[in-house]
């Protein structure tokens, strides 16, 4: 066996003992840091066993070495190496340091058999080769490298080469370049932030690179080190960089966080730094990072983590505002129009709110006086300084002994509330502790994870989102943003609005199978101590009470008069019913960034129109068709624009649209209208006729042939087994047995994006499976064989609900259940084989949740009792099956 081989097996043999002791020894005492600095003596010690072996063997007999290694060339580490922070799974980085000259042309060989060999130890290698000239200088378009820098350490080589690195090349850099370099980690962090909706509060958090994550850590030594270095042109005290109280807060987080990383790296198996429900659990059981705390839930753990991370984004922010050359140009014009904003108590410097006179600190145990700090904060969209900040802090035990009350306090935190940064103040506010302090009602919620299947963010973060929704619905340029805009400047007390936002979900402190009944309770206690009139108490109260109704709503069909009827008989006022809907769409949106989707958007929206409408008198009805005076009276007067327009004489356009129900003259256009018919006319050339489009994020699939069973079924099956998700469908039949069929679906696996003549291999399929030539049951189980079954964070206990009662016509039915593939097709072959129509389909998906509601008819009657139970056993039944 050769020595290189030799020297392989033993570093083979070495790595796997050791690590399997640090992480023993991690799994005994939970201690990150101890275990980082184990595994980077580790490594340090094999990349040394190699670098003799390799690089050293390579150059003996050389004149140009001596007892390290060859001169002018040195093994730097660098970034988290550098560091000593080598995690569990996480790479490392390695600089191959040259002098210049032929060194590398001449050990470019020995470091690829180098590099090599740490791979096949299977070690994550990110390597680097550059000389010194190279080193001192900033390529734009890797500015990481410049960064990584600021942690070289020594490894092997020439140690004067090394220090020509530390001592001069990198302070020169870093003296020459330091706007561009903390510009650039300015921007780099900001959009790293904007990624992450700006906010630490995420139920399943990125422990590195989430906002106050390690990331976070890292910027923020980077920035003071970089503006110290640029100072004194040397490498500073890094004890001095940042303030004692700054430092404390961020070491705690640090050692908390080391913690962390490594217990989800050992956790993972692999490089994966996010905080998963199940780690969660596991964490608080092993009381990671806060083995000294007292930890009996995940909620527990997790208010220690979300204090921890705070504390660094934090600090982080303050520096990024705080040294001007982390801002970008458009930033800095932006914070110097800020500048000009003052008051008579505080002054504004490059966007930071100080207080005008430093003695001021007495002032701020003035409740009226920090009072007015956080309106001046949401009505200018200005940061407090870090001295503000701290004089806060000083004043809040003052403060505590005889908090506010009463109508003086609503007075200035209803003015807060209906300034536009209104939200950006409450987050200050509840970071600073000062906001439980006002508003006790709200402590149990602050930085409280409840899981469900689709809220991304912690309770109290989804609220001061949903107010922040609402504030920016006057910039958008979204049309459906612009009408929800229109409607907040109708509401005559918005400040109510915003207060139910504040308070609607504060009952979830407590786990219950609803948390309406204690936010109410809490709304009362809130209410009556802020001392509003008894009819701003009743509005609020309301609205936290029916903040989810609206919402339920709209799973009915928001075009069926029977519905709309039940629903506007609950609101009753239309001050209340406009109220309710932007609550509806600012607790919609701010559950994640997808959830208001744009048909959900219009749902809400058509929702909101026909209850109007019933309140002022003017209620839907059902349309005939053939009375013109009736279907003026409930909008539908565009029927002889649609007879006017159609090429085909009025008969057969009259044909089309006899019987078809109230709601597809609702939710389709003159000009769908007119192609549906078009489709129609030519059904008997072909048997079926498609039309595919895209419209933005998702296709649209519309399906016009004849009636037959299970028709729904089939085509939600095939698409299905495409790999297409199914959003929202709607089927429609007219009084000839003509059935128009909308199916709105995402591509899952972006076939139809990246292959367009895909486009007419799907269409045909679908025209195969309608016409019987093709067994969609087989292609489905095609499809789920060939996918891997994904673990669900949640199991969904599957709910079916059926109603007689609000629709006319047609006998409800609401299935809540654990979202599959394939599910569409399951549902509706089973009610087909039940001898069941499908009227109408509401298709909805929240998170790993599906919400299906069916109008269904049987005989052209509503379903009977006895057919319903018999349905009811037979979804249920399934819906168990795997």
Request: proline letters at 3%.
């Amino acid at each position: 066996m050769s020595t290189v081989a030799t020297v392989r097996s033993e570093l083979y043999d070495l790595y796997a003992r050791e690590s399997a002791a640090i992480e023993q020894e991690f799994s005994a005492t939970g201690d990150g840091r101890a275990a980082l600095a184990r595994r980077t003596a580790l490594v340090d010690a094999i990349v040394q066993r190699l670098w003799n072996e390799i690089i050293v063997g390579s150059s003996s007999g050389s004149t140009g070495t001596d007892s390290d290694g060859p001169k002018n060339f040195a093994l730097v580490a660098t970034g988290g190496f550098g560091r000593g922070w080598l995690f569990p799974h996480s790479d490392i980085d390695l600089l191959f340091l040259h002098a210049g000259g032929n060194s590398e042309r001449e050990f470019k060989d020995p470091i690829r058999r180098f590099s090599q060999e740490l791979w096949d130890l299977r070690l994550k290698l990110s390597p680097a080769t550059r000389n010194l000239v190279e080193c001192e200088r900033l390529d734009p378009n890797n500015v990481e490298f410049a960064i990584s820098l600021l942690d070289c350490r020594y490894l092997a080589g020439d140690r004067e080469l090394f220090s020509r690195l530390h001592e001069k090349a990198v302070p020169r850099l870093v003296g020459r370049e330091c706007q561009n370099l903390i510009q650039n980690l300015g921007e780099i962090t900001r959009a790293r932030h904007h990624k992450f909706a700006n906010t630490v509060f995420h139920l399943e958090p990125n422990v590195k690179d989430g906002p106050g994550g390690l990331r976070d850590y890292n910027v923020a030594n980077w920035l003071a080190l970089i503006s110290a270095m640029e100072k004194l042109k040397v490498w500073p005290d890094t004890k001095t960089l940042l303030p004692v109280s700054s430092r404390r807060a961020l070491d705690a987080a640090l050692d908390f966080q080391m913690s962390v990383r490594c217990f989800l790296h050992f956790r993972h198996g692999r490089h994966d730094n996010t905080l998963t429900w199940e780690a969660q659990d596991e964490a608080a059981a092993r009381k990671i990072g806060a083995s000294d705390l007292e930890i009996t839930s995940a909620a527990d753990w997790m208010r220690v983590y979300f204090g921890h991370v705070r504390s660094v984004h934090r600090v982080c922010n303050q520096l990024l505002e705080e040294i001007p050359a982390a801002w970008s140009s458009l930033y800095r014009q932006f914070q110097g129009w800020r500048s000009k904003v003052a008051s008579d108590d505080f002054s504004v410097v490059d966007g930071l709110i100080f207080l005008k006179q430093p003695q001021q600190l007495g002032g701020l145990r003035d409740p009226e006086m920090l009072l007015r700090l956080f309106h001046f904060m949401a009505e200018h969209g200005l940061k407090l300084s870090t001295t503000t900040e701290y004089k806060v802090e000083q004043a809040l035990p003052a403060l505590a002994a005889t908090p506010p009350r009463g109508a003086e306090l609503w007075l200035y935190l209803q003015e807060t509330l209906l300034q536009p940064h209104a939200a950006d103040a409450l987050r200050a506010m509840n970071a600073l502790r000062l906001l439980a302090l006002l508003l006790p009602e709200l402590k149990g919620i602050e930085a409280l994870v409840v899981r469900d299947f689709y809220h991304r963010y912690t309770v109290d973060e989804h609220s001061f989102l949903a107010i922040e929704h609402l504030h920016r619905l006057k910039e958008s340029k979204s049309e459906w943003d612009q009408r929800f805009a229109g409607l907040l400047s109708e509401v005559d007390q918005p400040e109510l609005l915003y207060l139910a936002l504040l308070l609607h979900d504060s009952g979830k402190a407590v786990p219950s199978d609803s948390h309406v009944e204690l936010s109410l309770q809490l709304t009362d206690s809130c209410t009556e101590r802020l001392d509003l009139d008894p009819v701003d108490r009743e509005t609020v109260r309301y609205l936290v009470a029916s903040h989810l109704e609206m919402s339920a709503a709209m799973r009915r069909d928001v075009f069926d008069p029977a519905n709309v009827k039940s629903f506007a008989d609950k609101v009753g006022v239309p001050e209340r019913l406009k109220m309710l809907c932007l609550m509806t769409y600012a607790d919609v949106k701010a559950v994640n960034p997808e959830a208001m989707t744009p048909w959900k958007a219009d749902n809400l929206w058509q929702l909101y129109i026909a209850c109007a409408n019933y309140l002022s008198r003017s209620a839907d009805e059902r349309v005939h068709t053939g009375n013109d005076h009736d279907n003026a009276s409930v909008g539908l007067a565009n029927l002889d624009h649609l007879r006017s327009l159609a090429r085909v004489a009025g008969k057969k356009f009259n044909i089309f649209l006899e019987g078809l129900p109230q709601r597809y003259l609702r939710i389709h256009g003159a000009t769908d209208v007119l192609a549906h018919a078009e489709m129609a006319a030519r059904v008997g050339q072909s048997g079926v006729q498609l039309n595919l489009k895209q419209i933005r994020h998702w296709y649209e699939l519309t399906l016009v042939t004849t009636d037959r069973p299970a028709l729904f079924a089939s085509v939600s099956g095939a698409l299905a087994a495409w790999g297409m998700n199914i959003v929202k469908a709607n089927a429609f039949s007219n009084a000839a047995g003509m059935v128009v069929d909308t199916f709105y679906f995402t591509d899952r696996f972006r076939t139809l994006e990246m292959n367009l003549q895909e486009w007419e291999r799907l269409k045909k399929s679908i025209a195969a499976v309608v016409k019987g030539e093709a067994d969609v049951a087989r292609m489905l189980r095609d499809r789920l064989k060939s996918e891997k079954s994904d673990s669900t964070k949640v199991k969904i206990a599957t709910q079916i609900e059926f109603d007689d009662n609000c629709s006319a016509h047609s006998t409800l039915v609401q299935v809540l259940t654990q979202d599959r593939p394939g599910l569409l097709y399951r549902m509706c072959s089973l009610v087909s084989k039940q001898e069941c129509n499908i009227e109408i389909a509401l298709i909805e998906t929240e998170g790993q949740m599906a919400i299906d509601v069916l109008y269904l008819t049987s005989g052209g009657a509503k379903l009977s009792a006895d057919r319903q139970v018999a349905l009811g056993k037979a979804l249920r039944e399934e819906l168990a099956a795997k």
